[in-house]
Nanobody
Framework: QVQLVESGGGSVQAGASLRLSCAASGGTFSRCIMGWFRQAPGKEREFVAGINWSGGSTNYRDSVKGRFTISRDNAKNTVYLQMNGLKPEDTAVYYC??????????????????WGQGTQVIVSS
């Protein structure tokens, strides 16, 4: 069982930066593919970024490529999402996710077993 706790959300102006953190406990963090998803009001939850076991492989949705960076620190059981150049359309609740069954080289989450509680990001124009 993996528990995930996000932090770092907030309300910012367009163009600003935020760094989200997700602290994991209770499981084998280093053997989980980790990722970030988001859900805007009235919309489906969508994939944002993924990272493989070692952190050497990452994957992003097209709309955040070049602006967001996912990283992880296995010694601290923490995954991060650095968000630069924020836009109003990035406004959403951001969720940390863990896939404990994926292959170690993959940065794609196919079976998310664990979710965090979410952290709100609001970007105003």
């Amino acid at each position: 069982q993996v528990q995930l706790v996000e932090s770092g959300g907030g309300s910012v102006q367009a163009g600003a930066s935020l760094r989200l953190s997700c602290a994991a406990s209770g499981g084998t963090f280093s053997r989980c593919i980790m990722g970030w998803f988001r859900q805007a009001p009235g919309k489906e939850r969508e994939f944002v970024a993924g990272i493989n076991w070692s952190g050497g492989s990452t994957n992003y949705r097209d709309s955040v490529k070049g602006r967001f960076t996912i990283s992880r620190d296995n010694a601290k059981n923490t995954v991060y999402l650095q968000m630069n150049g924020l836009k109003p359309e990035d406004t959403a609740v951001y969720y940390c996710a863990a896939d404990p069954s994926g292959m170690p080289h993959l940065a794609v989450l196919r079976a998310v077993d664990y979710w965090g509680q979410g952290t709100q990001v609001i970007v105003s124009s």
